[in-house]
């Protein structure tokens, strides 16, 4: 168990514990707070009472000059112990009868500081102890008419701190029994928590070690045996994604190696031919692709090389598996065939035996003669070869009619299957390609077009091939932005130097 681990039932014995006692503390607060009130009301109403009845009594005795009994009057009430003082002061504020009539003749002065008044305007005051006290003032009138002087009665705050202590008492002791109880209930009824909680946490530790076919048995018909049965499903869920994520890792490596025996197939590096520059571009729109492009070295013919530019239909590890097969049957059959039509006549014969059923692909295949300066070419239904000529600063797109290969009967290829060649003069670039290039789509489902890859051809026709490939691809990823390659992108730049 680490260090500083606080179990959850102490920690639902504290929080139950904390409520309780806020509520506890909250509630006696506003009992204190209206009690208060109360005795201040009380004390108010009774003051003010006492020195109306007082004035009263004491005023026939005054205007007869009886100071004497007015005296007593006010010294019966100072005997209560509420009653701080008790006085009658003329018109002049000198005292004429006090409880403590040693105080008679003296200029009355409350002894204290005022702080505040009440809602009847009557003063309040502290004493140099810290005790407070109202000063309750009531004129002195004899008959109704003939005003005496004034009254005053001191009613003292002890009274009612007093009775706040009491309270205060009760309700520390009413506290003290609530937490009390609230602390044994709230332990009883965490350890009924936590006894499952502490199951389901040995589970998921076991569990986390690896151990996923642990079961966790809570036999409480609520929402923690609902947690657990959750829990088993989700361990069940688990091993089986943890089963796919193996199964996913081991295709994924799979995956792997197909990418790097496709990409064996596809040159990384094209030869070098006198007075030509070829430049390549690859990129599949998944792990694996179906398109293939290739320069073959023609061994019967040494100023002659095959050049291929192949889409096989579809995408993913199917169309890498046709490529693959595709690829070895062409390359064998230029290494016997000189004539690029029956080079491919022959190729789609022994395809057509191997493929499946709704799987195709459009071949562009010509030979390069550097001598002749000359490429005699066929296109299996693959896309317009494009050429751009140096002289003329134009673009020429020639499309021989063709068939795709592996479909149909493997005699339709050879009936519509027709050859052309073109001249290369110094300058002049042929770019073959697939259609990943100008179908490439951006996120309005728009495709970028052939008039524009064209325009860019043209555009770049001056500059070398490398730079003419930046060219295209900057050009593609402009118009697609983020949004994801559709498929698969080659094209091949080739290039008259002298």
């Known amino acids: 168990m680490k260090n500083g681990f606080v179990s959850i039932k102490w920690e639902i014995t504290a929080v139950i514990s904390a409520l309780v006692l806020a509520a506890i503390l909250s509630m006696s607060y506003f009992a204190v707070k209206a009690q208060r009130e109360a005795l201040i009301d009380a004390m108010e109403a009774k003051g003010a009472e006492l020195a109306v009845m007082a004035a009263g009594n004491a005023a026939e005795y005054l205007l007869v000059g009886y100071e004497i009994e007015a005296a007593k009057i006010l010294k019966e009430m100072a005997d209560n112990k509420e009653v701080k003082y008790a006085l009658i002061t003329d018109k002049k504020g000198m005292i004429i009868a006090h409880n403590d009539m040693t105080m008679a003749g003296k200029k009355f002065e409350a002894p204290g500081i005022r702080i505040s008044i009440t809602d009847q305007n009557d003063a309040v005051y502290r004493d140099d102890s810290g005790g407070k006290f109202i000063d309750f003032a009531r004129p002195v009138v004899s008959g109704g008419k003939v005003k005496i002087g004034e009254i005053h009665v001191a009613m003292s705050y002890e009274v ?61 018909k609520n929402e923690l045996g609902m947690l657990a049965g959750t829990f088993n499903s989700m361990t069940d869920g688990l091993k089986k994604a943890q089963e796919a994520a193996l199964e996913k890792r081991a295709m994924e490596k799979e995956l792997e190696i197909a990418r790097e025996i496709q ?72 290494a016997k065939t000189p004539d690029p039509r029956e080079c491919v006549v022959e190729f789609n014969r022994e395809l057509f035996k191997r493929i499946r059923k709704g799987m195709f692909l459009t071949v562009f295949y010509g030979i390069l003669d550097i001598t002749e300066n000359t490429l005699e070419f066929v296109s299996a239904a693959h896309n317009e070869t494009i050429i751009y000529r140096k002289k003329t600063g134009q673009v020429d797109l020639m499309a021989p009619r063709g068939f795709p290969a592996g479909i149909g009967e493997a005699g339709m290829l050879e009936q519509q299957l027709v050859r052309e060649k073109t001249q290369i003069d110094a300058g002049d670039k042929i770019i ?67």
Do not use: C, W
């Open 263 to 334: 990409l064996s197939l596809i040159p990384q590096k094209m030869p070098r031919i006198k007075r030509y520059e070829i430049t390549s571009y690859y990129q599949a729109a998944r792990t694996v692709g179906g398109d293939y492009y290739d320069v073959i070295p023609l061994a019967d013919n040494k100023s002659g090389f095959g050049i291929v530019m192949a889409d096989v239909s579809g995408k993913g590890v199917p169309a890498a598996l046709v490529m693959a097969m595709a690829s070895s049957l062409l390359r064998a059959q230029a």
């Open 432 to 498: 073959v390609y697939t259609d990943g290039v100008f179908e490439a789509i951006n996120e309005s489902r728009q495709q970028m077009g052939m008039e524009k890859f064209v325009e860019v051809v043209k555009k770049n026709g001056d500059k070398t091939g490398a730079q003419m490939k930046e060219s295209i691809n900057r050009a593609i990823s402009d118009f697609t932005g983020d949004f994801e390659q559709f498929d698969d992108i080659a094209f091949l730049i080739i290039e008259r130097t002298d």
């Open 160 to 220: 009612i701190e007093d009775a706040l202590r009491r309270a205060y008492f009760k309700i520390f002791l009413i506290t003290l029994v609530v937490l009390v109880l609230s602390v044994i209930a709230s332990i009883i009824t965490a350890g009924r928590l936590t006894g499952p909680i502490e199951a389901l946490a040995k589970g998921a530790g076991i569990v986390g070690r690896g151990d996923l076919d642990h079961r966790i048995i809570i036999k409480n």
